[in-house]
């Protein structure tokens, strides 16, 4: 019964390791499909991104003062 044992822990073990490679590989070949299906940007569009400046935030003082608070303006 031991060998019994052993040999289902074996073949358990096979059967885990198969399935663990067929969900690797279909995982690899959804990452492909992924990366293939994804247009790399025209150099037209590189440059015309790149001709146009980035806004940068400007920073307002929130707080008004004293005076403003008081008078209402």
Do not use: C, D, Y
């Not at 289902?8 to 969900?23: D, F, G």
């Not at 935030?57 to 004293?66: D, G, I, L, M, Q």
Request: charged share 35%; glycine share 2%.
């Amino acid at each position: 019964m031991a060998k019994n044992k052993q040999q289902k822990k074996k073949e358990r073990e096979k059967r885990v390791a198969k399935e663990k490679h067929a969900a690797s590989a279909k995982k690899r070949t959804q990452e492909k499909t992924a990366k293939a299906s994804l247009k790399p940007a025209t150099q037209r569009s590189q440059i015309m991104s790149a001709a146009v400046p980035k806004a940068k935030p400007v920073v307002t003082n929130s707080k008004s003062s004293f005076t403003q608070r008081r008078t209402g303006g």
